[in-house]
């Protein structure tokens, strides 16, 4: 499900409020008057008690989230996730976040571990067996408002007046604030109504959002990323600081992604992290020679970690295009693969597993500290400069490029347009890792390589689904039943049916990648070389 749905969406204004009984009394005369768009109803009372939580390494905000339990008199407590982001650089504008709701059992943590519903999944996603622990408590007398627009419900106004405690019970600090929550459809409906309201009251947007006030409050910093060093790269930079800086890049990259991949709720996420293995995996092969020693011992834990992600990726891949052939078949001819549909699921679902299991593994932590500590380091880099060192690696990968290109031909195995995908995705990194070195020179030969790396992935993404059905049809096909398995085989004939297009796509692309282009850049590398003395 896309986190970005409407249902799933808070849109609010928050402000700051020295007193409330200006707004009260604003309110009060505008609920009388009548006359404007959005309408205001009667007004109840409600004390809600909110506690935050989070690890003790604070992984949920370093992820992105907040997370509390909200009790509210007798009612069953309520636990809601939020993203931290806001869209938007208004800062008078409107809060638009992520926000996840479900009924748990309780406020203590083991009550949020096993929440059955999307708040619980993307708690045991994210903190995995780490526990939670209290961080503060927010306690608010709330004035509620509901607010209509055209005769439909369209948000809430309300009014808060809030002491933020710490785990003791301590009072922190106090706030008053004024929050208008709009339904995402009446936003254009609600907006003109907040500018009226925050003008006739003098309210100010609130800087800090409830969960940043309670950190404030309580002496806690918001996480920050972690940083690894210097990413830029110069023309003036030796090989080893072109090649440290590649990597820092992309495991900055790869640890941005991995809560989106935990959560799995958004493909691209996944993809995202997995192509920053790649090329972690890329730069550690192509520069070996010029970084430090450890940099040597970590490509097999890249290449568990790539694996693991790969599995669950291809499943996507799979799921996607089956979905969109789903979609074009009539109603009554769907049933077969949307049992096909249904196991793929399954796949995805223990993939997924096994691939969180991994993230929360010591093999997991131990590499990703050691990669840390090996990017930070500044002994064992290789001097020679990059301008000097550059031409050889790139025209070494180019031949690897062209040796594979070689055993293209209409009736060639699909190995052996893998092997070719393979040595143009090492030639394409090994372009875009030098670039800053020489700019401006290598971005259209990039993006002709794009061309042929998006035709030949599709023919190797076409050759695993085949494969990957035959197998399904052979070792579950009494699960599966007589009709999925022939509406299988009519998807691998389809997938079997583009493969031969593709590869005339992708010879043809190929020729495009070679002669001149290829020509002038390398032109380029040794005019760019410096002069033996």
């Known amino acids: 499900m896309d986190p970005s749905a409407p249902q799933d969406v808070e849109v609010e204004w928050q402000l700051d409020a020295q007193d409330l009984r ?6 009060e005369a505008a609920s009388a008057n009548g006359a404007a768009r959005v309408e205001i109803g009667p007004g109840r009372t409600v004390t809600n008690v909110d506690t935050y939580l989070d690890t003790r390494d604070r992984s949920l905000d370093r992820s992105g989230y907040s997370l509390r339990v909200r009790q509210v008199s007798r009612r069953a407590p309520v636990a809601t996730v939020k993203s931290l982001e806001r869209d938007g650089s208004d800062p008078g504008g409107p809060l638009v976040r992520l926000e996840l709701e479900e009924v748990v059992d309780g406020v203590e943590p083991a009550a949020l571990a096993r929440a059955p519903g999307r708040v619980g999944e993307r708690i045991r996603a994210l903190v995995g067996r780490r526990a939670l622990a209290p961080l503060f408590e927010v306690q608010t007398r709330r004035r509620v408002f509901p607010l209509t627009a055209a005769g439909e419900p369209s948000g809430e106004l309300v009014l808060d007046d809030t002491a933020i405690r710490d785990p003791r019970g301590r009072i922190l600090s106090r706030l008053r604030r004024v929050e208008v929550e709009a339904q995402p459809q009446a936003r254009g409906a609600v907006e003109p109504f907040v500018e009226s309201l925050r003008l006739a009251c003098g309210l100010q947007p609130a800087l800090l959002s409830k ?24 023309p003036t930079d030796t090989i080893g600081e072109v090649g440290l800086a590649v990597l820092r890049r992309n495991f900055t990259i790869m640890l941005a992604k991995e809560p989106g991949t935990r959560i799995g709720e958004d493909i691209e996420e996944l993809h995202a992290m997995r192509v920053a293995t790649r090329r972690l995996r890329a730069a550690l092969s192509l520069l070996a020679a010029d970084l430090p020693a450890a940099a040597a011992t970590l490509r097999t834990e890249l290449a568990w970690i790539g694996g693991t992600i790969g599995v669950v990726r291809d499943l996507d891949v799979q799921i996607e295009q089956l979905d969109g052939w789903i979609a ?11 049992r096909l549909r249904v196991l793929l699921d399954g796949d995805r679902g223990q993939a997924r597993a096994e691939m969180l299991a991994a993230f929360e593994s010591p093999r997991y932590a131990r590499f990703v500290r050691r990669f840390g500590a090996m990017l930070r380091s500044r002994s064992g880099v290789r001097r020679p400069a990059a301008l000097a060192a550059a031409p050889e690696l790139v025209e070494r990968r180019h031949r690897a490029l062209r040796k594979a290109a070689r055993r293209i031909t209409a009736r060639a195995p699909a190995d052996d347009y893998h092997r070719l995908r393979i040595a143009g995705k090492r030639f394409r990194y090994a372009l875009e890792f030098v670039a800053d070195v020489y700019p401006g020179a290598t971005e259209r030969l990039v993006k002709r390589m794009a061309g042929l790396q998006d ?18 049809a052979a070792e579950r096909s009494a699960e599966l039943g007589p009709a999925t398995v022939f509406a299988m ?4 004939e389809r997938y079997g049916q583009s493969m031969p297009g593709l590869r005339s796509d992708a010879r043809r692309q190929f020729a495009a990648v070679e002669g001149k282009e290829w020509n002038r850049l390398r032109e380029v590398l040794e005019a760019a070389r410096p002069v033996e003395e």
């Open 328 to 338: 074009a078949l009539p109603e009554e001819d769907r049933e077969p693969l949307a």
């Open 22 to 27: 200006p707004v009260a009394r604003w309110i």
């Open 211 to 234: 969960y940043e006030s309670g950190l404030a409050a309580s002496g806690i910093p918001r996480t920050a990323p972690e940083t690894f060093g210097r990413t830029t790269i110069l």
């Open 489 to 492: 085989g009519e998807v691998a």
């Open 455 to 472: 035709v030949l992935g599709a023919h190797q993404d076409a050759d695993v689904a085949v494969a990957r059905l035959r197998a399904l």
